[in-house]
């Protein structure tokens, strides 16, 4: 499984950006998707996620949680984020995941548990 993701940019805080991450294969819901973030000498860390078979079901991490968004449509293989009111400390590298293994509930936020990333796009929220 391949993955680009793709959205980044230069944002002022107060804006929004879409990340988009691509998948060379389809995607079926009992792939666990996520969106992890890393700034340099820090560990990459989560940012939101999608469980296998999610029933609608996605998480945050607190940092995000009422201004990041996850989605993913199927039939585009393609996951998104999108990422209102950013915020300076949101400058980092954003990578899409996902794995064979199906995760439920918040382990999806656990970063060890995918196989496959994508390349990551760079978010840098500066006035």
């Known amino acids: 499984v391949q993955l680009q993701a793709s959205g980044g940019g230069l944002a002022q805080p107060g804006d929004s950006l879409k990340l988009s991450c691509s998948f060379s294969?389809?995607?079926?819901?009992?792939?666990?998707i996520g969106w992890f973030r890393q700034t340099p000498g820090k560990e990459r860390d989560s940012v939101a996620c999608?469980?296998?078979?999610?029933?609608?079901?996605?998480y945050y991490a607190p940092s995000v949680k009422g201004r990041f968004t996850i989605s993913r449509d199927n039939a585009k293989n393609t996951v998104y984020l999108q990422m209102d009111s950013l915020k300076p400390e949101d400058t980092a590298v954003y990578y899409c995941?996902?794995?064979?293994?199906?995760?439920?509930?918040?382990?999806?936020?656990?970063?060890?548990?995918?196989?496959?990333w994508g390349q990551g796009t760079q978010v840098t929220v500066s006035s």
């Open positions: 294969t389809s995607i079926a819901d009992h792939y666990p």
């Open positions: 999608i469980p296998s078979s999610s029933r609608g079901y996605t």
């Open positions: 995941a996902t794995a064979e293994t199906a995760m439920y509930g918040t382990t999806c936020l656990t970063r060890h548990h995918y196989d496959y």
